[in-house]
């Protein structure tokens, strides 16, 4: 197949299934269009659906906290807690602490909480499974390692929404900066059956106090219990450059250059590993949302794709503190990164039933 | 003049860090690379760092895990746990551990505090000791976490192992440990001024004032604190943190 890179955005071929219309724009930006026109903060009532979704927080609270709010440390979930105080809602700040922290992302936490009086949980993975759980990744070959992580996040919110009976969690998930995504860069994070496998497969430990969650289970807690997370950010107009300057104005938060780079192992799986092993280069998403949010030109973020991902020594010191922490020798990390991907698909997985069930619920979700 | 020490506690139990209160309850924290990573970050006067187990389970010090936690302090750090012999001190030493913490040999073996400050010098032995408030305000020494009582008062205790070599005392008030809510100084000051070492006070801090109040009333050379480092608000999440080097300049003028 030959080469060819989107001419409003900067998707290209090394998305196999992208594809273009005859003046050259992909299909990438044009669903980026298409689930922007869909959110709630373009319609013309905009103000009155965030005021109705308050609203309807409030009325709900049976506690202390009517919301949780997911702190990463990063631009979008530190925003969500910027806004929910904004908005005036009483919002409990749930940390979940994996093990990769980096000293920005807890110093962030630490403004943020302070700054806006926020009651914090720190949900502390047991970090001997968890690393076990992400070697077991690494040994499938697997593209979604952060799927271990992200999973594990959603389940332990809904754990803690249940125990301390707060029904909403503000996650900061956007269509305004994160609707790109090709379907062979990322697995589905809920595919529960997936992960298990994986595991069964080539992990050392049992899964005891890893937290989890299945979609039936998903599907039940917002339908039957009224559990449910809602994406607050689709109900603002937002931009990710201003987030930022509000943050550091407001809270003297500080920016840690790179999406998801608040984490010490979402920086080299981005940055290092997939591009090195999988062909994949996560920024091409990114700014490709950000050119479509009209935050930064076409020609900057080509500019931006040419520079390396990573300074030569942050690498050096970065990949021995990744395989030191996770317990792979150098030579079995080289080994791991020149061996060929594999689908999550040769494993046992639900995400196809899944998709086709959140395909149908992305079109009635704001109904 | 060098600003006195500021030194997070960190406990070891197995692999995992945890931080107890009033020695009892231990509340997992996470892994102590990750926490030592970003506690390089702030860029800590030190580290004291204690396996609560190594001891009381009668095992030997994990060179292991210590090897892992010496090659990523870039700050000095002082191990305990589980030392019974110079064999092991050695080794320890040597991993990059710049001083090692002695406390059930203080009891079983006093002869190793002497033998280790001959041999390593007593800038490199710490020997700890915890201590209980008893009925009537009196003080006593207690052993294995706690646990068990000596019938030892601790001025005579602090003198003793001050003599055989020790070079620091890290004193820890069991009743204060994880409660964030200061010091006790009035066994501070026994301790402080009853022997030529410096003492290092742990157990209470919770706000910038008590490392103060620890120094400036209590007469400690150094102070280490736990909880207040690793913990945030009424729900105790884990946060870990450590104060700007402002703000403690600020605190002991």
């Given at each position: ?58 009325a ?10 997911g ?20 919002p ?135 559990f449910?997370?809602?994406p ?36 080299y ?16 998403v990114h ?16 500019k ?49 039933i ?14 | ?26 509340q ?8 030592i ?28 895990v ?27 030493l ?41 009925l ?20 005579a ?20 440990d ?50 207040m ?8 999440g ?16």
């Open positions: 197949m030959h080469y060819q890179i989107c001419v409003r955005c900067v998707m290209d071929t090394t998305d196999a299934e992208i594809s273009f219309d005859e003046s050259g724009v992909c299909s990438h930006c044009k669903s980026h269009e298409a689930r922007v026109a869909q959110a709630p903060f373009s319609q013309s009532d905009a103000g009155e659906k965030l005021a109705a979704l308050v609203a309807r927080i409030k709900r609270a049976k506690g202390e906290y009517d919301c949780i709010i702190l990463s440390g990063g631009v979008d979930s530190s925003y969500v807690a910027y806004q929910a105080i904004q908005l005036g809602l009483k409990l700040a749930v940390h979940f602490d994996n093990g990769w922290n980096s000293e920005l992302a807890v110093k962030n936490i630490e403004r943020m909480v302070k700054k806006l009086n926020l009651d914090l949980i720190t949900y502390v993975i047991d970090w001997e499974e968890f690393r076990d759980i992400q070697r077991s990744f690494f040994k499938a070959n697997v593209i979604d390692i952060e799927m271990v992580t992200d999973h594990a996040i959603f389940a332990a919110l809904f754990k803690l929404a249940k125990q301390h009976k707060i029904r909403y969690i503000l996650s900061g998930t956007n269509v305004a900066t994160e609707s790109i995504m090709p379907k062979a860069w990322q697995h589905f994070k809920f595919d529960l059956l997936n992960l298990m496998a994986i595991q069964k497969k080539f992990g050392q430990l049992k899964v005891r106090s890893y937290p989890t969650i299945s979609i039936w289970h998903m599907a039940w807690n917002k339908y039957m219990s009224g449910q997370s809602v607050i950010l689709n109900y603002l107009p937002y931009k990710k450059e201003e987030a930022i300057a509000t943050l550091k104005a407001e809270l003297g938060w500080e920016y840690y250059g790179g999406k998801h780079y608040e984490s010490l192992f979402t920086k799986y981005q940055a290092h590993i997939l591009p090195k092993k999988f062909g994949v280069d996560k920024r091409k700014l490709s949302d950000l050119i479509m949010n009209g935050e930064v030109t076409r020609e900057l973020a080509l931006e794709l040419e520079k390396p991902p990573y300074t030569e020594s942050a690498l050096a010191s970065d990949r021995e503190y990744i395989c030191k922490k996770l317990g792979f020798s150098q030579v079995e990390h080289d080994a791991y990164l020149n061996a060929s991907a594999v689908s999550h698909f040769d494993y046992p997985s639900y995400a196809k899944a998709m086709a069930l959140v395909k149908i619920y992305r079109k009635v979700q704001y109904n | 003049m060098l600003r006195i020490r500021v030194i997070p506690c960190l406990l070891l139990k197995g692999r995992g860090l945890v931080k107890t209160t009033r020695f009892k309850d231990p997992y924290i996470g892994d102590p690379i990750n926490a990573k970003i506690f390089n970050d702030k860029e800590v006067d030190e580290l004291v760092l204690l396996d609560v187990l190594a001891s009381v389970e009668g095992k030997g010090p994990n060179f292991e210590i090897e892992e936690i010496a090659n990523e302090c870039f700050m000095p750090v002082a191990y305990g746990g589980g030392i019974t012999n110079l064999e092991q001190i050695r080794k320890i040597k991993l990059g551990i710049e001083k090692v913490v002695l406390n059930e040999a203080a009891f079983q073996h006093p002869e190793l505090i002497s033998a280790a400050a001959a041999e390593f010098g007593s800038q490199s032995i710490v020997v700890s000791m915890d201590v209980k408030r008893k009537f305000g009196k003080y006593e020494v207690y052993r294995a976490r706690g646990t068990k009582s000596t019938g030892l008062d601790p001025v205790f602090a003198l003793t192992v001050s003599k055989l070599g020790a070079g620091e005392i890290f004193l820890t008030a069991i009743d204060r994880g409660t964030m809510e200061g010091y006790d100084l009035e066994l501070i000051k026994q301790i402080a001024r009853a022997v030529p070492i410096p003492v290092i006070a742990s157990g209470g801090a919770g706000k910038i004032g008590d490392f103060r109040e620890a120094t400036h009333c209590g007469g400690a050379s150094a102070v280490a604190a736990g909880a480092f690793v913990f945030h608000g009424k729900h105790r884990v946060l870990i943190t450590y104060p700007e080097a402002d703000a403690l300049k600020q605190a002991f003028l």
